[in-house]
Antibody
Framework: QVQLQESGPVLVKPSGTLSLTCVVSGGSISTKNWWSWVRQPPGEGLEWIGE???????NYNPSLKSRVTISVDKSKNQISLQMTSVTAADTATYYCARSGPCVLEYWGQGSLVTVSS | ESVLTLSPGTLSLSPGERATLSCRASQSVSSTYLAWYQQKPGQAPRLLFYGASSRATGIPDRFSGSVSGTDFTLTISRLEPEDFAVYYCQQYGSSPLYTFGQGTKLEIK
């Protein structure tokens, strides 16, 4: 069974860069599946951020594309998320998930990131 | 961008009752690209259905999914205590690739 685990700083300063890592275990990241990031502000709904394939190909949510970079490290079986110029509106629980096809099959437990000075 | 609207926003029912949740798409969505998720407090979403009506692994058969035009329905035939949660529908394929409805909270009456 595939398992995903997010990690990273829990507090980021406004205008700073949010960085998270998602380690995949129980299977290789180098499969036909895409790997997504999804976020959820406290008490709110779900927003898809983007996805990456092991080849490095990416798709992003147009509303976040200018601030987001998703990357893959096959040697560590992990993906990463960087989001620049963060504001309080970026405070959320960030999930990584395995896509496919057309659904988000497996999810990590999530990592709450707070943007505050 | 196609918008998914879930109704009702909150549904208050008792264990043993039948729950019917509706997800309406603002634009045509193939049933192939419609999924349902369940989320309990403090947990990640859990995939319930893909292709509108195909149960994901381990989902009890008291859960069912159906479609009529642009209206998608999630039905729980007899509510168990563990079914009280927030439910989301999700579509795939338009821009952005994945979009979610705002969620229906199923609470104990």
């Amino acid at each position: 069974q595939v398992q995903l685990q997010e990690s990273g700083p829990v507090l980021v300063k406004p205008s700073g860069t949010l960085s998270l890592t998602c380690v995949v275990s129980g299977g290789s990241i180098s499969t036909k599946n895409w790997w997504s990031w999804v976020r959820q502000p406290p008490g709110e709904g779900l927003e898809w951020i983007g996805e990456i394939l092991h080849t490095g190909s990416t798709n992003y949510n147009p509303s976040l594309k200018s601030r987001v970079t998703i990357s893959v490290d096959k040697s560590k079986n992990q993906i990463s998320l960087q989001m620049t110029s963060v504001t309080a509106a970026d405070t959320a629980t960030y999930y990584c998930a395995r896509s496919g096809p057309c659904v988000l099959e497996y999810w990590g437990q999530g990592s709450l990131v707070t943007v505050s000075s | 961008e196609s918008v998914l609207t879930l109704s009702p926003g909150t549904l208050s029912l008792s264990p043993g009752e039948r729950a019917t949740l509706s997800c309406r798409a603002s634009q045509s969505v193939s049933s192939t690209y419609l999924a349902w998720y369940q989320q309990k407090p403090g947990q990640a979403p859990r995939l319930l259905f893909y292709g509108a009506s195909s149960r994901a692994t381990g989902i009890p058969d008291r859960f069912s999914g159906s479609v009529s035009g642009t209206d998608f329905t999630l039905t729980i035939s007899r509510l168990e205590p563990e079914d009280f949660a927030v439910y989301y529908c999700q579509q795939y394929g338009s821009s952005p690739l994945y979009t979610f409805g705002q969620g229906t909270k199923l609470e104990i009456k």
